[in-house]
């Protein structure tokens, strides 16, 4: 698609990324696209959503099953992989 602009496509990648609803007091929501290696999170708190670049495909797997997966964030993906925070959605 030669008119969009970088930040056109990181919207795109938004709103293709379905996320999974999480039950929990930090996450609201993760997604992860296996063709860019990213993962999304909606946090709980604020609505934030940032995306985490470059993440293995089986870090997305073990984070999504670990029993507390906030710990498994602060553990092994924050400070680990390259980040955004997206703009919020109007």
Known sequence: MSGLTKAGKEREIIIRMRRIQWGNPMIKS??????????????ASDGQIWQFENVPEDIWYRFRSY???????????????????MQENA
Not at 30 to 43: K, N, P, S, V
Not at 68 to 83: D, K, L, S, V
């Open 30 to 43: 993760a997604g992860y696209d296996a063709q860019q290696q990213m993962l999304e999170i909606e946090f």
């Open 67 to 85: 029993l507390r997966p906030e710990f498994f964030f602060h553990n092994f993906i924050m400070g680990c992989y390259p980040e955004r925070q």
